[in-house]
């Protein structure tokens, strides 16, 4: 190896493979049954009345925070604020959220608000079982952002931006 970067390059690939057996082997038990919609109870309970998100394909990433899917629709997580352009952290926020959703299928679930001023979508976003709005925040590399009415995981994402701390990853690593 000829430095660091060509390590964490393998790494990634290494990762990369054993994630994608992982799901492969996730989708292969659970298509045995009857899943022709993704259920979202973990979320939400089973109060809501909302049970299934849309699914659809992921375009491109804006920034760490922010996509667009196939159809044009502009999407934002809520609950969370990962750094802005020039700001810093934006690079890695935005490459890990490309990492977890470029181009791949997500199930998206709205809260209470059907979109923010800027007109676009709020919605809490899956990659199979993986909450992206919450591991962007376990990963350090977005803070939480609280705004009513679009609540319904805050506490689950101020536990995860407090492990993020206590762990020093992503911006709490005190660089």
């Not at 375009?59 to 629709?73: A, M, N, Q, Y």
């Not at 609950?79 to 977890?100: F, H, R, T, V």
């Amino acid at each position: 190896m000829k430095n660091g970067s060509d390590v964490r390059h393998l790494s990634f690939i290494a990762a990369f493979i054993v994630v994608s057996f992982m799901a492969w082997l996730g989708w292969s038990i659970t298509s045995l049954g009857n899943t022709n919609s993704f259920s979202f109870s973990r979320v939400l309970g089973s109060n809501t009345e909302q049970k299934n998100g849309e699914r659809t394909r992921v375009l491109s990433v804006i920034d760490g925070d922010t996509f667009i899917l196939e159809d044009g629709r502009k999407v934002r997580l809520i609950g969370i604020d990962a750094p802005a352009q020039g700001k810093p952290y934006y690079d890695e926020a935005k490459w890990e959220l490309m990492k977890l959703i470029l181009h791949k299928e997500v199930s998206l679930l709205k809260d209470k608000s059907e979109g923010d001023k800027e007109g676009r979508l709020l919605r809490y976003v899956y990659v199979d079982d993986t909450l992206v709005n919450e591991k962007m925040l376990k990963s350090g590399l977005a803070k939480v952002l609280t705004l009513p009415p679009d609540v319904a995981q805050s506490q689950l994402f101020l536990s995860a931006e407090r492990a993020a701390r206590e762990k020093h990853v992503g911006m709490w690593n005190d660089r």
